[in-house]
């Protein structure tokens, strides 16, 4: 049985940083997909960051890059979001997601929802301005 679990969520105030982490039991993440996905109280769910099996390439929306980085740990089995310079606009519930998708994709495909298929229950974060 897959199962995703994501942690680090919290209150921080507008510049600071936080790091989400992304736990599976069931899967290998090296061989998935993985995304990271936000989602604020009456908006749908958006990509945030994404990163292709094996860990390259990763993929950005335009409103975090430059701030946000998701690596993998292949050790621990998870993909981890670095959240710097946090702004208010990025609060929201944060989850984390598995799938497949082809190699070589335009970023907004790589950040679609609807290629993920294994979903946690997320994680809170909200940002004080």
């Known amino acids: 049985q897959v199962q995703m679990v994501e942690s680090g969520g919290g209150l921080v105030q507008a510049g600071g940083s936080l790091r989400l982490s992304c736990t599976a039991s069931g899967l290998t993440l090296d061989d998935h997909a993985v995304g990271w996905f936000r989602q604020a109280p009456g908006k749908a769910r958006e990509g945030v960051a994404g990163i292709y099996a094996g860990g390259d390439p990763t993929y950005y929306a335009a409103s975090v890059k430059g701030r946000f980085t998701i690596s993998l740990d292949r050790a621990k089995n998870t993909v981890d979001l670095q959240m710097d310079n946090l702004q208010s606009e990025d609060t929201a519930m944060y989850y984390c997601?598995?799938?497949?998708?082809?190699?070589?994709?335009?970023?907004?495909?790589?950040?679609?929802?609807?290629?993920?298929?294994?979903w946690g229950q997320g994680t809170q974060v909200t940002v004080s301005s």
């Open positions: 997601a598995a799938g497949t998708i082809p190699p070589a994709v335009a970023t907004a495909w790589a950040l679609a929802p609807a290629q993920y298929s294994a």
